[in-house]
């Protein structure tokens, strides 16, 4: 999919933004390969879907922090810069895919 506006941020991430998004990244990581240990090991099925419903529900978390702050910087700027309706159609072909 093609930008519409900017490929990078208005308003830089700080370093702990950064960095609290990498944690949560890190920990769904090595859940992903735990749930790779459970499959070779062949571990009951129903801890594995239990598994990857918590990984789910992770990178919904993920989603809805960068969603958020995409909102509060980039498009509250474009709003203020006359591109809102592009920022918000943006975001919205964004979330369209991300619902499915």
Known sequence: MENFLHEHPIVPRTDEEK?????R???IE???RGIQRMVEE????VDILVQ???INAALKKVGY???ERHMKHCISHAIKEGEGDLAIEEL???MKHHSK
């Open 30 to 32: 090595g859940q992903v």
């Open 42 to 45: 062949d571990r009951y099925c």
């Open 65 to 67: 922090t960068v969603t």
């Open 25 to 27: 990244l890190k920990r």
């Open 19 to 23: 960095q609290a998004v990498i944690n």
């Open 92 to 94: 919205l072909e964004v």
């Open 52 to 54: 990857i419903s918590a």
